[in-house]
C-alpha cells in the first residue's frame, strides 16, 4: 500500500466517522424534534380545550345576559313606564294644585288689603272726628241732629212719610 492509498483509507475513515457523528446528531435531532412535537400537541390539545371551555362560558353568559335583557326590558315596559305615567300625572296635579293655591294667595291677598281699606280711617269719618273735637263742631253736630228730630216729628204730625232728599 503506497501513501495514496492511505491517505484515501483514512480520509474513508474520516467520512465515515464524520457520517457516524453526523447521523448521531440527526439522531439526537430528531429525538428532540419528537419531543418537541409531543409536547407541541399537547399544549394544542390543552389550547383547544381550554377554547372550547371559554366558548361555551362565553355562550353561556351571552344567554345569560340576554335573558337579563329581556327580564330588563319586561321590568321597563311593565312597572317602570307605568310608574313614570302615574309620577307625571301627579306632578301635573301638584303643579295644578300649587296655581290654585297662588291663585287664592293672590285673591286673600285682595280680600286683605281691601279689609285694610276699611279698617283705616275714611276721610269722612276723619272730618267727623275734627267736628266733634271742635266746640263750634259740636254745636253744629247738635243743632244738626235737633233739626233733623224736629223735621221727623213735624213730618209725623202731618202725616205724611219722611222723605230725605
Not at 344567554?63 to 317602570?80: C, I, N, P, Y
Not at 301635573?92 to 297662588?102: F, N, R, S, Y
Not at 271742635?134 to 244738626?144: E, K, L, Q, Y
Amino acid at each position: 500500500m503506497n501513501a495514496r492509498d492511505w491517505v484515501e483509507l483514512a480520509l474513508a475513515v474520516l467520512l465515515t466517522l464524520n457520517l457516524i457523528v453526523l447521523g448521531g446528531a440527526v439522531a439526537v435531532g430528531l429525538r428532540r424534534v419528537a419531543a418537541l412535537s409531543t409536547r407541541l400537541e399537547a399544549a394544542v390539545g390543552d389550547i383547544q380545550r381550554q377554547s372550547v371551555t371559554a366558548l361555551q362560558d362565553t355562550h353561556a353568559a351571552l344567554t345569560r345576559l340576554a335573558e337579563l335583557s329581556a327580564s330588563l326590558e319586561q321590568l321597563v315596559k311593565h312597572d317602570v313606564s307605568p310608574t313614570m305615567q302615574v309620577a307625571r300625572s301627579a306632578l301635573t296635579h301638584v303643579d295644578t294644585t300649587l296655581q290654585g293655591v297662588a291663585d287664592a294667595t293672590s285673591t286673600v291677598r285682595r280680600i286683605a288689603a281691601g279689609a285694610e281699606a276699611l279698617t283705616t280711617p275714611s276721610a269722612i269719618s276723619e272730618a267727623a272726628g275734627k267736628l266733634i273735637s271742635s266746640s263750634g263742631g259740636r254745636v253744629a253736630m247738635i243743632s244738626g241732629i235737633a233739626l233733623a228730630v224736629l223735621k221727623t216729628v213735624s213730618a209725623a204730625r202731618r202725616g205724611k212719610p219722611k222723605v230725605d232728599q
